[in-house]
Each structure stands twice: as structure tokens, then as C-alpha cells.
């Protein structure tokens, strides 16, 4: 089993910046696709970021390319989300996820999933 826990949420004002950390803890993740998603409220939850398990290939939803960035330290156990110029519609409950196989940009594709960190963007 693999045990999630995010970190690294708040409130921040529009254009700021935030670093979310996921640390992975039961079993090693360095074998495992990483991913961040987000879910604001009366939403379905959306895709955000995702990281191979080597870490050289990445993938990003359109609508924060170029703002964040997702990394990753296998030594760690540990999976980053560097979220940069944030805007009021990136308020959502940040999640990160682990799957197995591929690296997958949906829900279903994950197995295992953290319990969200609050963020928060004022106008």
C-alpha cells in the first residue's frame, strides 16, 4: 500500500506563488507515475500536472502550462508542485496520486490517492 500526504496549501493573493510537496510513504514510489489534480467546489476534479517515474518526461493541463511545474525526488518518497502567477480560479482542493502504469492525465488511471491540500487564491 501506498500512503500519500499532501502538503503546502494556503492562501495566497493573486500573481503569488506556492510549493505543494506529496510525500509517499508504505512502499517506494520511484517506480510509480506521479500526478496532481484539482478539485474546486461543485466541480468535477481535473488534471493538473503529471511526472514520469524517471522524472524526464512531464505533462501539464493547458490551463497552467507555463505557470507550474511538477518535479520529483525519488531519494524522498517525495512529489513537488511548483504552482507560480496563481489566479483565482486555481482555488481548488489540490490532490496528488500514484499509478503503477503509464502516466496517466486521468482519475481512473491513478490507484492510490492523497487527501488534498486546501489552496487558496484571492483576487
Same mark, same amino acid.
Given at each position: *500500500? +501506498? *500512503?500519500? %500526504?499532501?502538503?503546502? #496549501?494556503?492562501?495566497? *493573493?493573486? !500573481? #503569488?506563488?506556492?510549493?505543494?510537496?506529496?510525500? &509517499?510513504?508504505?512502499?517506494? %514510489?520511484?517506480? $510509480?507515475?506521479? #500526478?496532481?489534480?484539482?478539485?474546486?467546489? !461543485?466541480?468535477?476534479?481535473?488534471? %493538473? &500536472?503529471?511526472?514520469?517515474?524517471? !522524472?524526464?518526461?512531464?505533462?501539464?493541463?493547458?490551463?497552467?502550462?507555463?505557470?507550474?511545474?511538477?518535479?520529483?525526488?525519488?531519494?524522498?518518497?517525495? %512529489?513537488?508542485?511548483?504552482?507560480?502567477?496563481?489566479?483565482?480560479?486555481?482555488?481548488?482542493? $489540490?490532490?496528488?496520486?500514484?499509478?503503477?502504469?503509464?502516466?496517466?492525465?486521468?482519475?481512473? !488511471? $491513478?490507484?492510490?490517492?492523497?487527501?488534498?491540500? *486546501?489552496?487558496? +487564491?484571492?483576487?
Amino acid at each position: *500500500q +501506498v *500512503q500519500l %500526504v499532501e502538503s503546502g #496549501g494556503g492562501l495566497v *493573493q493573486a !500573481g #503569488g506563488s506556492l510549493r505543494l510537496s506529496c510525500a &509517499a510513504s508504505g512502499r517506494s %514510489v520511484s517506480s $510509480y507515475a506521479m #500526478g496532481w489534480f484539482r478539485q474546486a467546489p !461543485g466541480k468535477e476534479r481535473e488534471f %493538473v &500536472a503529471a511526472i514520469s517515474w524517471t !522524472g524526464s518526461s512531464t505533462y501539464y493541463a493547458d490551463s497552467v502550462k507555463g505557470r507550474f511545474t511538477i518535479s520529483r525526488d525519488n531519494a524522498k518518497n517525495t %512529489v513537488y508542485l511548483q504552482a507560480n502567477s496563481l489566479k483565482p480560479e486555481d482555488t481548488a482542493v $489540490y490532490y496528488c496520486a500514484a499509478s503503477p502504469v503509464g502516466v496517466p492525465t486521468t482519475p481512473a !488511471g $491513478y490507484d492510490y490517492w492523497g487527501q488534498g491540500t *486546501q489552496v487558496t +487564491v484571492s483576487s
